[in-house]
């Protein structure tokens, strides 16, 4: 419970303290920060990555990856499992968490709507880095319709 909540403090600090230069950056000052939380998310995941695995066996599939990252990953840093995963087997991949941790505070109105993004750059590089260090290159993005419901979509392009 208290790590729980030690993380959440943490990323809502940051978040805030990369929004606090300038409360409306506008678009390039917006995607600087996006990318700075992206690539703090994406070094932490590669941590997660080369530790977690440890107890598991081998992955043979990109799907045991994806089920790995939605159970164990998730369970490690948000105290929860992922609600959903589905794919189309073409390398496309729909993580969803209804009761999305870092959303959960902000889940009472729909005027923060509009906020969910910077609050979801961090995991999306957090799920891009745990997947490069089990060798697997992909672009992940966040999607929020309606909160504190959140999507991930991770894309793996066929080489």
């Given at each position: ?12 600090e ?36 080369e ?10 599939e990109?799907l ?13 840093v948000?105290?929860?499992q ?7 087997h073409?390398?496309?991949y729909?993580?969803?968490?209804n009761s ?7 889940a ?13 750059a ?24 309606a909160?504190?419901i ?9 080489s």
């Open positions: 419970m208290a790590d729980t909540v030690l993380f959440e403090f943490l990323h809502t940051i978040v805030a303290e990369l929004w606090a230069h300038d409360p409306d950056p506008g678009p390039g000052g917006q995607k600087m920060s996006l990318s700075v939380l992206e690539g703090m998310g994406f070094r932490v995941g590669q941590a997660l990555g530790r977690l695995p440890r107890e598991t066996l081998a992955f043979r990109e045991d990856v994806l089920k790995f990252l939605c159970k164990d990953l998730w369970v490690a948000f105290q929860k992922m609600d959903s995963l589905r794919t189309n073409q390398g496309t729909v993580l969803q968490d999305f941790p870092l959303l959960l505070p902000m009472s109105g729909l005027q923060y709507l509009e906020e969910a993004p910077k609050f979801l961090f995991t999306c590089g957090l799920l891009r880095g745990a997947l490069c260090t089990l060798g697997i290159e992909s672009v992940v993005t966040a999607s929020v319709a909160l504190p959140c999507k991930f979509q991770v894309v793996i392009p066929k």
